[in-house]
């Protein structure tokens, strides 16, 4: 077997078509070319690189599964693979795409008028224009349900009052979907399209991250929001709105983590090939052979199971719990390999100059968010015995 194709031991390149295996060299380039040079100096700093938000719009990345409104419709697993690369990156550029495209996008695209569709999608979709979710509040993360955020009809306008906590792209968006409350149960959760350059809205940057340090992520305060009544999405209504947005998201999560491990998997093995403690080149002790071999099985195992939940969506069948599944277990595995290819670079592995700990701190987060670890494990318990544990 060739040694650059050694992370694809079960050749699932078979299983792609042209197409997607285009996508995913296209991506595959411009991490490589364009992003990696840039990551270590942006994490370092806390910012973004947006001045490669043209390429991104270029790619064709954003709302990839979406058809027409400029978007190039294309399958579920071209999406996956799509944010495999972009991960195998960094999960802030992946963060970056799954806000975009994942959820936004999908948001209006489920759940927008035709005019707001027309108006909105072909934009971001080319990236001219930039969006944010806002759905978490400091006091509601994995329920939702209880937000606080309301929007009170006066006259022909909407008027929203609330606060989003751990918002991605929140200070760098021009447009944030907003969730907010019209009555006082959670059947009332309505999404909003809401210019950032409204009166009233603010996006703080948070500060002081230890993770996802290549990413920009906001509070929002909306204090008297004043949006026309056209900025309501008329198709969502109730929290299946949002929840229906994560999924989408929630899948190219499940793609993507396979994509961060894949890049520590490929530096541990490379480092250990090189690396000589005591007589040999560490590759060569039983102990790393293990750490490599454990590693390679779970990116394989992980990567089959993204691809048959990209299937089952591709034929309309995928459910929720099949992308509970995929997330759950391929952002674990994910989270060990990082941790395991750190201790194979041994004190080298602290250092930026190796992926590793970037990798493994960003993927605390994507353990935490787009529903916690736990959540996907109480909405697997759900499905299995149908009795929910959530409350
Ligand atoms: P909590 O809900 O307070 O949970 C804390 C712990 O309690 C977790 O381990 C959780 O699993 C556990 N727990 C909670 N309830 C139960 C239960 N019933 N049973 C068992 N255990 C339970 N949100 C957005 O809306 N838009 C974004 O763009 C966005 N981007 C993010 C970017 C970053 C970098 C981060 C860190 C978060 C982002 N989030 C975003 C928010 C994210 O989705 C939430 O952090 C997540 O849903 C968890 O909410 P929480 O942090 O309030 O934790």
Not at 158 to 184: D, F, L, P, R, Y
Not at 259 to 264: L, Q, S, Y
Request: proline letters at 4%; charged letters at 20%.
């Amino acid at each position: 077997m060739p040694s650059e194709q050694i992370s694809d031991f079960c050749r699932i390149d078979e299983l792609l078509s042209p197409e997607e295996r285009l996508v995913r060299d296209s991506v595959r380039n411009f991490v490589q070319q364009k992003f990696l040079p840039r990551v270590r100096q942006c994490y370092r700093d806390g910012t973004f690189p947006s001045e490669l938000i043209p390429d991104l719009g270029e790619l064709g990345i954003f709302g990839i599964t979406i058809k027409g409104y400029g978007c190039p419709g294309l399958s579920y697993l071209a999406y996956g693979l799509a944010m495999q690369e972009l991960e195998a990156g960094d999960s802030g550029l992946r963060s970056f795409a799954s806000v975009q495209g994942g959820l936004s996008m999908t948001a209006l695209n489920l759940f927008g008028s035709e005019e707001q569709k027309k108006k909105y999608l072909p934009e971001l979709a080319r990236a001219k224009l930039l969006s944010c979710f806002g759905l978490t509040e400091p006091d509601f993360g994995s329920n939702p349900g209880g937000m606080i955020t309301r929007a009170k009809k006066d006259g022909d306008r909407w008027v929203i009052n609330g606060t989003k906590m751990w918002i991605t792209n929140g200070s760098v968006a021009n447009i944030a979907i907003v969730w907010a409350k019209t009555g006082e149960d959670s059947k009332s959760v309505r999404g909003f399209i809401v210019p950032t350059d409204a009166k009233g809205f603010k996006a703080n940057k948070i500060e002081g991250k230890l993770s996802m340090r290549a990413s920009v992520t906001s509070e929002l305060v909306l204090e008297d929001v004043r949006v026309p009544a056209d900025a309501m999405l008329p198709g969502a209504a109730g929290l299946t709105g949002p929840l229906s947005c994560l999924n989408h998201a929630r899948f190219g999560i499940a793609w993507g983590s396979l994509g961060a491990a894949r890049a520590c998997y490929e530096e541990a093995l490379s480092y250990a090939k090189n690396r000589v403690q005591f007589s040999k080149p560490i590759a060569g002790y039983q102990l790393t052979q293990q750490k490599l071999a454990d590693m390679l099985t779970e990116i394989t195992k992980g990567q089959l199971l993204a691809w048959r939940v990209a299937k089952l969506l591709d034929a309309g069948q995928g459910k929720h719990f099949h992308i509970s599944m995929a997330k759950r277990n391929n952002v674990a595995i994910s989270l060990d390999i990082a941790r395991q290819a750190r201790s194979i670079l041994g004190g080298n592995g602290i250092l930026d100059e190796y992926g590793a700990l970037r990798h493994a701190a960003n993927l605390e987060t994507v353990y935490t968010y787009e529903g916690t670890h736990e959540m996907h494990t109480l909405i697997l318990g759900e499905q299995i015995t149908g009795i929910a544990a959530f409350e």
